[in-house]
């Protein structure tokens, strides 16, 4: 019995005091990581104000910065930091953030700043990844940003590698594009051949309105602008300047325009394609007319589409939504679902086009274009 009593007795005190001890330290904890944080941003504050510092010369500064860095999170902050400090072996983290913060302002100073530091090469070796994830063309969308000489000289190296991922290249050619001088270039690129096909129907209204002469005269004959269709836009320099009219641009999505039946916003629409709810988050205005005048241009990651012929001659063209052992599922354009026995396929093959038609733009007029980019622009993460 009185072993029994003083058990009980232990755990009765012990658990309070192990409490109270715990309790305290934590608040030691957090209280000394609070404290090293501000001493750290005195630190760098100060550092920041001065002229010319190298922040890597002294080791003990640099250690200060980098954890200072550490502790800013996803605060746009650090970029300021690592540019004026000169800190370095940064560049992973700078390139990660970027992903992260998606097409902003902050990722193409952080892009520009990892090329300043470590050279073009760290950017190039990963967009010419053999294997480009979803991280790659988030990346080579914000590189594409850039207007900087470096970078469009480094979208014409990529361009011309044929091993590129065609998205990639894609944006390479969008890129360039924006920028007259590259004109001549980009004729004498399709004449050899560099130029992925979809993105030629992008190139044709900028090259064949071009300032430059001679760029007109031979993209009248090298693209002509295609006899099926009525009209011809207007180049895509002029069409992200115009203002639309977002409401508008609901309606023709909702409507005539078809979108909704394939891409859901919030919890309407259908889920053929992906998700536009936070469609303006993710791409630019200039992403956004490429999407829907040239979809095959830049199809996106996991939405490739395939063809399936079974051993009776089906033949289902759709996305890809279940791959196992025994069978695998299409999803067509039209949402249904079509599930085939492994055994039963003769041929599975990916396609080369998008499974979103490449005319849709014809539905609605110019105006209603811009309108319609208007409202999906505006669809922001919250
Ligand atoms: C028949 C189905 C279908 C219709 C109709 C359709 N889309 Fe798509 N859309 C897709 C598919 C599938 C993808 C993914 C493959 C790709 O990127 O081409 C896609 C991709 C996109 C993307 C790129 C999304 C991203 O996350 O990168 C945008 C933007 C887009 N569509 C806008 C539109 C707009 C605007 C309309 C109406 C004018 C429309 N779509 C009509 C099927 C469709």
Known sequence: ?????????????????????????????????????IKDRIVVESLMRLPNVDANENGELKQTALRYVESLG???KQIEIVRKLKLKGLSARLLSKAVEWGMSTQSVQAVELVAQQDGL??????????????????????????????????????????????????????????????????????????IPEDA???????????????????????????????????PMQQLVKRQGNSAEG??????V???????????????VGPSLTEI??????????????????????????????????????GLLVSD????????DAKGIEYKFAKGDIDELKKQEKSLMPENLHELITEQGLVDLVEYLSALKKQ
Request: aromatic share 6%; hydrophobic share 35%; charged share 25%.
């Open 257 to 271: 325009a078809t979108c909704s039946q394939c891409h859901m916003v919030g919890t309407e629409g259908k889920n």
């Open 324 to 331: 196992t052992e025994q069978s695998i599922t299409l999803r």
């Open 121 to 194: 090469e760290v950017l190039k070796k990963k967009l010419c990844d053999a294997n480009p994830t979803e991280s790659t063309f988030t990346l080579a969308r914000i590189v594409a940003l850039s207007n900087k000489r470096e970078f469009l000289q480094l979208q014409e190296e990529i361009l011309s590698d044929r091993d590129v991922n065609k998205f990639i290249r894609t944006e390479a050619v969008v890129s360039l594009s924006r920028n007259n001088s590259f004109h001549p270039k980009l004729v004498q690129l399709i004449r050899d051949g560099k």
């Open 74 to 76: 996803d605060d746009p």
């Open 250 to 255: 609901r309606k023709l999505y909702f409507g």
């Open 1 to 37: 019995m009185r072993h029994n009593f003083s058990a009980k007795r232990f755990f009765q005190l012990s658990l309070p005091l192990c409490l109270m001890f715990c309790t305290a330290q934590w608040a030691k904890s957090s209280d000394t990581t609070d404290k090293q944080k």
């Open 200 to 234: 030629k129907t992008l190139l044709g209204p900028t090259l064949r309105n071009s300032e430059n002469e001679e760029v007109r005269k031979s993209a009248k004959e090298l693209l002509p602008a295609s006899s099926g269709s009525s009209r011809e836009l207007p």
């Open 280 to 317: 303006g988050s993710k791409l630019t205005k200039e992403a956004m007319y490429v999407s829907i005048v040239s979809p095959s241009a830049g199809i996106s990651h996991n939405y490739e589409s395939f063809a399936v012929r079974t051993s009776d001659d089906e033949v289902v063209v």
